[in-house]
Structures are given as C-alpha cells and as structure tokens.
C-alpha cells in the first residue's frame, strides 16, 4: 500500500498522459478516480491500495487527507519511487475505464455504490456526513466488479475466447 497522496500524485501525472489534457485540480475527479482505484485493488488483488479510509460525503467517496490537495502539493515535486508495479497497473486499468467521464458522471457513478449508500444511511440527499466507509463495504463493492486488464484491452472472462491465451494456458 501507499499512502493517498502519493498515490494522488501519480494519478494526475498518469490522467494527464494517458488523456493528454489537464486534470484542471479537479477534486471530484481525484476523489472518486481514487475510490475507483481502491475498489479496483481489492477486486483484483483483494487488498487496498492505501490505507487511508474513505467518508462517505454528499458528492460521493472522499478522502479526508486529500481535500486541499491541489492547494498544498507542488506537482512539480513529483517521484514515483514508492508506486510499484500493481499500483501502475490499477491506476491503467481505471484510467482505461473511467479516464473518459466527467467529474459529475463520477460521482454519479460512485452514488450506485454500496458502500456509499451505507455510509449516507440517515442523510438526507444534501445533508453533510463524514461517516468512514469500512473497507469491508468497499470489498462488496468489488465483487460486482468486471474485471478488466488494459494490457490487453479487455476484461479478463473474454480471455477464455481468445485462442492466443488458451494455448498459452495449456
């Protein structure tokens, strides 16, 4: 794991070149493309990608410590020495999945999930919370996940049709 604004960081230099246009300090986009990431990390290798947890606030997921993060990080001081290989294959994998969506078709995305559904339970649709999401309701989340591989552009239950993989496989 690694911490989220590290994490952060390398996102927005990889949206950037994977889209070739400005994040623009979206923090709709950061918050959720980071929600994403988690969710995805724990479908395909069943463990998060950081530690840091989740609330559950009106506009979808949000990660408390990045809140003011395009106010305090100097995107020039950038290192991507503590991402390894997993973290660099899930955040390819949601870039190729959710890099194209606006911040608002997000958040509209990140209301349809369960945990954070759970997290507003007793809110109203504009009432503020900050309730944590348990890493467990994101693991549920995870599960209706199809998963997707964007080495090879598609998601892993087609491999079984491709006659490349079912002889690499044998």
Do not use: C
Request: glycine share 4%; no cysteine.
């Amino acid at each position: 794991m690694v911490k989220a604004k590290v994490l952060a960081k390398y996102l927005v230099k990889a949206y950037e070149e994977f889209t070739d246009s400005s994040f623009d300090n979206s923090e709709l986009r950061l918050h959720k493309l980071m929600y994403f990431a988690q969710r995805e990390s724990l479908a395909v290798f069943g463990e998060p990608i950081i530690d840091e947890d989740f609330e559950g606030w009106v506009h979808g997921p949000v990660l408390p410590e990045l809140r003011s993060f395009f106010k305090e990080q100097n995107q020039d001081d950038y290192d991507d020495s503590q991402i390894g290989e997993r973290e660099k294959y899930i955040v390819a994998n949601i870039l190729d999945q959710y890099a194209k969506y606006a911040p608002w078709t997000l958040r509209d995305l990140t209301h349809k999930e369960i945990s954070w559904k759970r997290s507003r339970a007793g809110l109203s649709e504009d009432e503020p919370g900050n309730v944590k999401i348990p890493i467990d309701d994101i693991m549920l989340d995870a599960q209706k996940v199809r998963l997707y591989d964007h080495v090879w552009g598609m998601y892993l239950d087609e491999f079984e049709d491709e006659p490349e993989y079912a002889t690499f496989n044998n």
